[in-house]
């Protein structure tokens, strides 16, 4: 990953990774997608930064903000970064499955001191 000294990251390792999302229907958007996560992933943010300023308004690059696959746009971007499967959701780490459990359970026992435990998972 080509990452620039003081450039933000394009995930942040106290998040969670991006949701699993299967590839959009439309095999050239898929193309499109895949081969700009490998640019992306040798040139850093700022090259994404970049792309979206170039392709303000083309119709082609939406999904580089919010746009129609722009769910598999983040999930192949991260599995691209990390060297990961793309045809499979991440397992969390262990620590993160832990520290998530008692965030929930801390939450719950707060809402719960007023009356207004809800179930979260």
């Not at 490998?38 to 082609?60: I, W, Y």
């Amino acid at each position: 990953m080509a990452e620039q000294p003081g450039q933000a990251p394009f995930f942040s390792p106290h998040e969670p990774p991006p949701n699993f999302a299967a590839p959009p229907s439309d095999d050239a958007l898929a193309q499109r997608i895949n081969k700009l996560a490998q640019f992306a992933a040798r040139n850093g943010p700022s090259f994404v930064d970049l792309m979206r300023t170039k392709q303000a308004g083309n119709v082609e690059y939406l999904f580089l903000n919010a746009g129609e696959g722009s769910d598999y746009w983040r999930w192949i971007l991260y599995c691209t970064l990390y060297n990961l499967p793309v045809g499979r959701p991440p397992q969390l780490p262990r620590l993160y499955e832990s520290q998530l459990m008692l965030r929930t359970r801390w939450a719950c026992s707060v809402r719960a001191n007023v009356g207004k435990c809800i179930e979260q998972g």
